[in-house]
């Protein structure tokens, strides 16, 4: 079960990442819908949200608004002094923290990377540092995943998937053999954007080259393989030989 101070604390942290209300004092009121398991708290139980508000305050994240005369006990608002020392209290780290962070490690890619890249990751970036998603990922649970998609946005900007199956382009630019899969609606996304507009996942991977090479079938036994201009006997393959399907439509069987 969420604990009710510890939720509109968060709340108030994450109204703080966002820069909800500009410049003006951020604040939340117990009472009112941002926290409705104040209003159902009694007894040990409101005492408890009260001794997590007054930590909070006592370590100089946030200041307690009290009832007067009757109403002393009852707690009316809780205003942010510091979102920094409220990350502290809440063990969380500032998601603009957590992009500077991941700032190097993208910086590197941009350095000769075409323009529309830098857009992106500057776009990408504002949304990160008011702890929303982009491109489909947020932080710091995608930090990994982020820097793999630079990396393949820039390889394929590059054309570097040419030649190469998708698994293989995949381990060459990100080091990941499954990570262009993970990613590929990221990866669209940011693609698109820069270049096509709208269009399919699917179709924008296959016009770029992104194409999974399908599994080999197996076959053992007296085949040959016709060619142009050549009949390759294949009998004396041993165990199997592995073929693309397309290349079945080549197969011979011998005559009996």
Known sequence: MTDPALELLNTLFERWQRGDNGSKTLSLSPAGRDSGGYRATSGNCRESFHAVMANAASCGAVTLKWGRFEAEHELLRVLLVDGHKLAVFLGRTPARTQVDALAPRIAPLLEHAPPWLQTCWDNAATRWQRGESALRLRLPQHTADIE???????????????????????????????????????????????????????????????????????????VNLCG????????????WIGLPGEILAHLVLPER
Request: proline share 3%; with cysteine.
């Open 228 to 239: 142009e201009q050549t009949l390759l006997d294949l009998s004396g393959v041993r165990p």
């Open 148 to 222: 793999r998609l630079f990396k393949a946005l820039l390889a394929v900007s590059r054309n570097q998937q040419a030649n190469l199956d998708l698994r293989s382009f995949s381990v060459q630019a990100t080091g990941d053999s499954k990570a262009m899969e993970r990613l590929k609606a990221s990866f669209a996304e940011a693609w698109c954007k820069a270049h096509d507009g709208a269009r399919d996942v699917d179709d924008l991977y296959h016009s770029l080259g992104l194409i999974k090479t399908p599994q080999p079938v197996l076959l053992r036994g007296a």
